[in-house]
C-alpha cells in the first residue's frame, strides 16, 4: 500500500484574518461548542483562545516541514497564491513558504482559488510557475470547489494533476477532461467536527477500517488531506491522529509516495 500526505495551507496566522473575514469568530464559536458538549476540557478550551495571540499562531510550517523530514514522508504541500474563500495570507507569505517547502525537498502545488474563469485560473497557474520555478506541478481547489468544466479549464492552463475529488468509493487515479485526477480518501476535516460525535479513538478507528477496506480491494494508494494549521498544540487531537497515522504506516511497512511519482509510475 502506498500513502500520499498532502497538507492544505489555508491559514498561515491568525492575524491574517483580522477584520478581513469570520475564521477567527468562527474558531471562538467552535472552541466553545466543543466545550459546552464536553469534547474539550476547561483548561484546553482556555489554551485555545490564548493560543490566537501568539505570535506563530496557526503557522506550524516550520514543525510539520521538520517532522515530515524526519519520517521521511514525501509529503505535498498546496499553498495559495490568490485570497478568496477566507483564505487571506499575502502573496510575500506565500512566496516565503512555498521557498520553504521547496528547500526541505518537498513536492508544492497550487491551493487553487479560482474554478470557473479560464483567465483566472491561468493567472494562478503563472504566478505560482514565476515563484517556482517549477516545469511541472499539481492543483488542489480550495474548499473542493469545482464544475463541470472544471478540469478541462486546468488541463488547459497546464497543470500535471489535480487532486481536489474527494472519494469515498476508494477511486485510484484517472484522466478526465485530458488531467490526470488523483482523488483523495481522506480530509482531517470530515472528521474533526465538533457536530459530529467522533471522538479520537472512533477516528482512528475509522482511518484503519478505511486502510484495511483499501487493502481487501487491493487498491494501489491511499491519499489524505491533513491541514498544516492543526500541526499546533492548539489542535492536539488532530495533531496526536497525525502522529499516530504516520507511526501506524510506518508500522505496516506502508510506502509513502508524492503525486509525481505515482503519476509518473501509472504513465
Ligand atoms: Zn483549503
Known amino acids: 500500500m502506498k ?7 489555508d491559514h498561515l496566522s491568525v492575524r491574517e484574518h483580522l477584520f478581513k473575514d469570520i475564521v477567527i469568530e468562527k474558531y471562538i464559536l467552535w472552541t466553545l461548542i466543543e466545550f459546552i458538549k464536553r469534547k474539550i476540557p476547561y483548561k484546553l478550551m482556555i489554551k485555545k483562545i490564548i493560543s490566537l495571540f501568539k505570535k506563530n499562531g496557526w ?3 516550520n514543525e510539520l516541514l521538520e517532522y515530515d523530514k524526519k519520517n521521511e514522508i514525501r ?8 485570497n478568496g474563500r477566507r483564505i487571506n495570507y499575502s502573496i510575500e507569505n506565500a512566496v516565503k513558504t512555498i521557498k520553504m517547502i521547496m528547500n526541505y ?11 470557473k474563469n479560464y483567465n483566472d485560473i491561468k ?13 511541472s506541478f499539481g492543483i488542489r481547489i480550495h474548499y473542493l470547489k469545482n464544475k463541470e468544466n472544471t478540469f478541462k479549464l486546468l488541463s488547459d492552463a497546464g497543470y500535471l494533476f ?8 476508494s477511486e485510484q487515479i484517472y484522466t478526465i477532461s485530458g488531467i490526470r485526477e488523483v482523488p483523495f480518501h481522506f480530509m482531517d476535516t470530515l472528521y474533526f467536527d465538533p457536530l459530529k460525535n467522533f471522538s479520537l479513538f472512533d477516528i482512528k478507528k ?15 494508494y491511499f491519499c489524505i488531506i491533513f491541514h498544516q494549521r492543526y500541526f499546533g498544540n492548539d489542535f492536539p ?3 496526536e491522529w497525525y502522529k499516530w497515522f504516520i507511526e501506524y504506516c510506518k508500522k505496516m511497512n506502508y510506502e509513502f509516495i508524492d503525486f509525481k511519482t505515482l503519476i509518473k509510475k501509472c504513465l
Request: aromatic share 12%; hydrophobic share 35%; charged share 35%.
Open 162 to 169: 489535480d487532486s481536489t475529488i474527494y472519494s469515498d468509493k
Open 3 to 9: 500513502i500520499i500526505i498532502s497538507h492544505d495551507i
Open 105 to 115: 525537498g518537498f513536492e508544492v502545488g497550487v491551493h487553487g482559488i479560482a474554478y
Open 59 to 61: 503557522n506550524n510550517i
Open 123 to 135: 493567472e494562478e497557474y503563472d504566478i505560482f510557475k514565476k515563484i517556482s520555478e517549477l516545469e
Open 237 to 239: 487531537e488532530q495533531k
Open 206 to 220: 475509522r482511518t484503519i477500517d478505511l486502510l484495511k477496506r483499501f487493502i481487501d480491494q487491493k487498491k494501489d
Open 75 to 82: 509529503s505535498t504541500f498546496f499553498v495559495a497564491v490568490r
